[in-house]
């Protein structure tokens, strides 16, 4: 266990991060604290007291090439000086960190999504989970970003916020229907990125006028009309899924629908049907969108397909190999902090690809096998 980890860019983006405690408090140097604690949640810790105790089983190995001037901290100390560091530069740190590591694929999909922690909820204390809206690098498989959803307020103030941080040139932005708002689409087009962005019932007029421009068509077939077209079917395990795309961008259609120039870049409107059969159960659902992307059927349905993937690539793994929604870490800043850990960690489980595993089994491996974790954190 003599071989040091190569930590440099992670080092330097890191001491971005001030330092909230007083100088009389302070035993453990932060940097040596937030390395610990993020090569502790690579190899398995999912808590300040596993954290902890990760460090004191490797303490030899790491004071090799950290300080550790009055040895391994306690989970209190953990707890509470992630409870106070500033998330934002916490984050901001994590971004840079993540812009060093891997190049962004030019024309991927970004998939914007939120979801609540909920072990973070305290219910005898009166504080509701807290919510986390993300950023996902569909082709890259990374997270790129977050934002905390404030209390008082709702992933359409998130949203925004999030994006402008981000780099999304070249790149398609894909939302649900809570963030299709006037201002996100022009915060999107004003990036450098495209949208498609989903429409639904309380979109009022927009979706009425889409529904029924689509639903005019539709019983003709579609005939006539310069619609492009794309189809998928998926079958696995007694399930066949099947979707098709309508998409156009002609200005006679698109002058049918009230006050879409308040919607910068615009210039396709969008069906997706979804057909799911397992066994004699079907289900059959109509999607609609608006897009900045020029009328190309197969591209937008390739392009939401990547999107819905996020729920198994991100929220499900921080669930399942994380065991997130059973944290039970809720003090002040603590949470949102942990959540970056989490990212940090599967963003470098994910980028080691020579192991064929789950990223629960990499985290184990990682804490057994040195030289693997060594793979892990060279990116």
Request: glycine letters at 6%.
């Amino acid at each position: 266990m003599n071989q040091k980890p190569d930590l440099g860019n992670l080092k330097k983006c890191l001491r971005k991060v001030r330092d909230p405690r007083i100088d009389r408090t302070k035993r453990h140097k932060l940097i040596d604290i937030l390395i610990i604690a993020i090569l502790a949640v690579i190899c398995g810790a999912d808590s300040w007291v596993d954290i902890e105790m990760f460090g004191n089983s490797k303490i030899e190995w790491l004071k090799t090439f950290l300080e550790l001037p009055n040895g391994i901290p306690s989970h209190d100390t953990f707890g509470r000086v992630f409870a106070l560091i500033n998330p934002e530069e916490f984050e901001k740190g994590f971004m840079e960190w993540v812009k060093l590591i891997q190049e962004l694929t030019q024309g991927q999909v970004i998939a914007i999504d939120g979801k609540q922690m909920r072990g973070s909820k305290d219910l005898p204390a009166g504080k509701a989970g807290i919510y986390m809206v993300s950023a996902w690098a569909t082709a890259n498989q990374l997270v790129l970003g977050q934002r905390k959803v404030d209390d008082k307020s709702n992933e359409i103030t998130a949203i925004p916020q999030l994006l402008k941080v981000l780099e999304l040139a070249g790149c398609i932005v894909v939302v649900d229907a809570i963030g299709t708002q006037t201002k996100i689409a022009k915060t999107i087009i004003d990036q450098g990125a495209d949208y498609i962005l989903a429409v639904k019932e309380n979109q009022g007029h927009l979706y009425e006028d889409i529904h029924d421009l689509f639903e005019d068509d539709w019983k003709y077939n579609f005939k006539g009309a310069p619609y492009r077209y794309a189809k998928t079917v998926n079958k696995d395990h007694g399930r066949i899924e099947i979707r098709q795309c309508w998409s156009i961008s002609d200005p006679e259609y698109l002058a049918n629908i009230r006050d879409l120039d308040h919607w910068k870049g615009v210039k396709s409107l969008v069906m997706i049907l979804s057909e799911r059969q397992i066994g004699e159960k079907r289900e059959v659902q109509d999607r609609y969108y608006i897009s900045s992307l020029e009328s190309d059927a197969k591209k937008i349905l390739q392009a939401k397909r990547s999107y819905w993937g996020i729920e198994n690539c991100l929220h499900w793994v921080l669930d399942i190999a994380f065991n997130e929604d059973h944290s039970r870490v809720r003090k002040d800043h603590a949470p949102q902090n942990f959540s970056i850990l989490r990212h940090m960690a599967l963003n470098l489980l994910k980028l080691e690809t020579t192991v064929k595993a789950g990223i629960k089994a990499k985290r184990l491996k990682c804490g057994w096998d040195t030289d693997y974790l060594f793979k892990v954190l060279a990116g």
